[in-house]
């Protein structure tokens, strides 16, 4: 069965770095999507990502945050400057239309 | 805002039934999802409801009133591996952004 597939699992960088996090969504998925989990607390929607742009984002996903559907599987979060309260789990999820959305296992971003 | 609230914990008996209740603002509404989340892992996608009624698949049942702003998720033939976080989440006007509840922690006993 196709998943979402996140890469690293597992990310640590120093405040102030730029950190690239991976996605590859299922094949034939058109609508693409990054939340964030801070540990202990709810999912939070970053932004959606439809036909090639940013369909809508969230209060949160503000110029530190930038997405990119560099080639035909690959969908990335960048996030510049990283700061302590960007430690979070991100995943990554797609879906076929707008009544389904599949999650990848997450990465661990740890900002220290 | 665009609160959603759910139960906080519930416990529930190996083999029994037990729903799990959301609610929601009503305006701008454009569909609700129900994930399972285990403890360090991923939401699993359950179900999807965009009109009135009852859908079922399987042991999970998901109910939706769009006029009361309620919905409930229903498992059935409770097992232990239910074991997990149930996250109701509702989409809004936009049609892409989705708002998550806290979820609503469930412990199944033998």
């Known amino acids: 069965e196709p998943e979402v597939t996140q890469t690293p699992s597992h990310q640590v960088t120093q405040m102030g770095q730029e950190v690239i996090l991976r996605c590859v969504p299922i094949s034939n998925h058109l609508y693409f999507y990054w939340y964030r989990q801070i540990l202990g607390q709810k999912v939070e929607f970053l932004v959606s990502?439809?036909?090639?742009?940013?369909?809508?984002k969230s209060e949160i996903f503000d110029d530190q945050f930038s997405v990119e559907r560099p080639d035909g599987s690959n969908f990335t979060l960048k996030i510049r400057s990283t700061k302590l309260e960007d430690s979070a789990m991100y995943f990554c999820a797609s879906g076929d239309s707008l009544n389904e959305q599949y999650f990848g296992p997450g990465t661990r971003l740890t900002v220290t | 805002g665009q609160n959603i609230d759910q139960p906080t914990e519930m416990t529930a008996t190996e083999g029994a039934i037990v729903q799990i209740n959301c609610t929601y603002q009503t305006s701008g509404f454009n569909g609700l999802f129900w994930y399972q989340q285990h403890a360090g892992e991923a939401p699993t996608f359950l179900s999807y409801n965009v009109l009135d009624g009852l859908e079922e698949k399987g042991r999970f049942s998901s109910f939706l009133s769009r006029s009361k702003g309620y919905s409930y998720l229903l498992l059935k033939e409770l097992q232990m591996k239910d074991s997990a976080s149930y996250l109701c989440?509702?989409?809004?006007?936009?049609?892409?952004?989705?708002?998550f509840g806290a979820g609503t922690r469930l412990f199944v006993k033998a």
């Open positions: 989440a509702v989409r809004y006007t936009g049609g892409f952004k989705t708002i």
């Open positions: 990502f439809y036909n090639n742009e940013i369909s809508e």
